[in-house]
């Protein structure tokens, strides 16, 4: 994968661009695990609609990767994809919520 032209698309605006970049730093694909440009990317591409962006930001929030854990975030990000009929947004949500309870 071409990252440097991608990283010049996303900062472009692309949204395709954004969140495939942001997976790549969140999982090490072609680059190095950065959760930083992790979130930094997928929060633009969140930020104009993508919902896998924003499953990803809450899977970020809700293990603490490179944020501080925020489950209560977490379930607000879930949420708002799993209206969008997007099916690993429900099992998710659904795993979170197993985490919390055998949390307490």
């Given amino acids: 994968m071409d990252i440097v032209a991608l990283r010049g698309q996303a900062d472009a605006g692309s949204v395709v661009a954004q969140s495939i970049l942001g997976l790549c730093y969140l999982y090490g694909e072609d680059v190095d695990v950065d959760y930083l440009q ?7 591409a969140a930020e104009q609609g993508a919902p896998r962006a924003s499953l990803n930001l809450g899977r970020m929030h809700a293990k603490g990767l ?3 854990q925020d489950t209560a975030k977490a379930i607000r990000l879930f949420e708002r994809v799993k209206t969008r009929s997007i099916f690993c947004a429900d099992r998710t949500c659904a795993n979170i919520c197993g985490w919390i309870r055998r949390a307490y």
């Fill in 38 to 44: 992790a979130f930094r990317y997928l929060s633009l």
């Fill in 66 to 68: 490179g944020v501080t």
